[in-house]
């Protein structure tokens, strides 16, 4: 027979959510980074993450996803950084309304510029515009452009959205170049895909061009 305190141990048990052992803010240069998802949006064929969650030594492979306390106590009391970065091997954006808070926190506490690294689908996602969210609390939005046109992009990035996927992600960038104090369009460098056919799309859209290296694992 099960005793009543052998019973709560067992119920303890059951409802103790796996240990955190990834990384949930980590430095490179003079930035932090904020990893809260592994969730994505896309598929890139090009994404390490599909091998390894490590970057920069860093296990980025989130055992549950951390709530705003557990990503302000894993920032801290930050020195020596420029700026915070939500990037993790994920879409940061798949968690606007923790994104929005961490963020209002970070406004309120530091002066620092905080940047979203995103694939750009967060409309398509939710379905109406979110850019209006994230105004007086993001400075900065790269945004993953990967293709000059909807066939490359979506062989690439396998979204989810077919050919409305790659015309989102264009829309996104207009919609965050008017309310968003910098925005750059980002491309990584498959073999095979034109950057500067992407450089021409990016400033075509109005914003900042930057080629991110493709690296074989
Ligand atoms: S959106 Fe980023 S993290 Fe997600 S699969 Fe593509 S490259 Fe990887």
Same mark, same amino acid.
């Given at each position: 027979?099960?005793?009543?305190?052998?019973?709560?141990?067992?119920?303890?048990k059951?409802?103790?959510?796996?240990?955190?052992?990834?990384?949930?803010?980590?430095?490179?240069?003079?930035?932090?980074?904020?990893?809260?998802?592994?969730?994505?949006?896309?598929?890139?064929?090009?994404?390490?993450k599909?091998?390894?969650?490590?970057?920069?030594?860093?296990?980025?492979?989130?055992?549950?996803?951390?709530?705003?306390?557990?990503?302000?106590?894993? @920032?801290? /009391?930050?020195? $020596?950084?420029?700026?915070i =970065?939500?990037?993790?091997?994920? %879409?940061?954006?798949?968690? !606007?309304?923790?994104?929005?808070?961490?963020?209002?926190?970070?406004?309120?506490?530091?002066?620092?510029?905080?940047?979203?690294?995103?694939?750009?689908?967060?409309?398509?996602?939710?379905?109406?515009?979110?850019?209006?969210?994230?105004?007086?609390?993001?400075?900065?939005?790269?945004?993953?452009?990967?293709?000059?046109?909807?066939?490359?992009?979506?062989?690439?990035?396998?979204?989810?959205?077919?050919?409305?996927?790659?015309?989102?992600?264009?829309?996104?960038?207009?919609a965050?170049?008017?309310? @968003?104090? /910098?925005?750059? $369009?980002?491309?990584?460098? =498959?073999?095979?895909?034109?950057? %500067?056919?992407?450089?021409? !799309?990016?400033?075509?859209?109005?914003?900042?061009?930057?080629?991110?290296?493709y690296?074989?694992?």
């Amino acid at each position: 027979m099960i005793n009543k305190g052998t019973l709560m141990h067992e119920q303890r048990k059951q409802t103790i959510p796996p240990l955190q052992t990834a990384t949930l803010v980590y430095k490179i240069g003079n930035s932090l980074y904020i990893n809260i998802t592994n969730r994505c949006t896309n598929v890139c064929i090009f994404c390490p993450k599909f091998k390894e969650y490590r970057l920069y030594g860093n296990d980025l492979l989130l055992k549950t996803e951390p709530s705003f306390e557990d990503v302000m106590a894993a @920032i801290g /009391e930050p020195v $020596a950084i420029d700026e915070i =970065v939500f990037c993790g091997f994920g %879409e940061s954006l798949l968690r !606007l309304d923790l994104l929005v808070r961490i963020a209002k926190e970070l406004k309120l506490r530091y002066t620092y510029r905080i940047r979203i690294n995103t694939d750009g689908q967060a409309n398509l996602v939710y379905g109406r515009n979110i850019i209006p969210d994230l105004v007086g609390l993001i400075d900065c939005i790269s945004v993953s452009l990967n293709a000059p046109d909807p066939s490359t992009y979506s062989r690439l990035c396998n979204t989810p959205f077919g050919a409305a996927g790659f015309k989102g992600v264009c829309d996104f960038i207009l919609a965050a170049k008017n309310q @968003i104090p /910098e925005v750059i $369009a980002t491309a990584v460098s =498959v073999p095979g895909v034109d950057m %500067e056919e992407c450089r021409l !799309l990016a400033e075509s859209l109005g914003v900042a061009f930057r080629i991110r290296e493709y690296s074989v694992q």
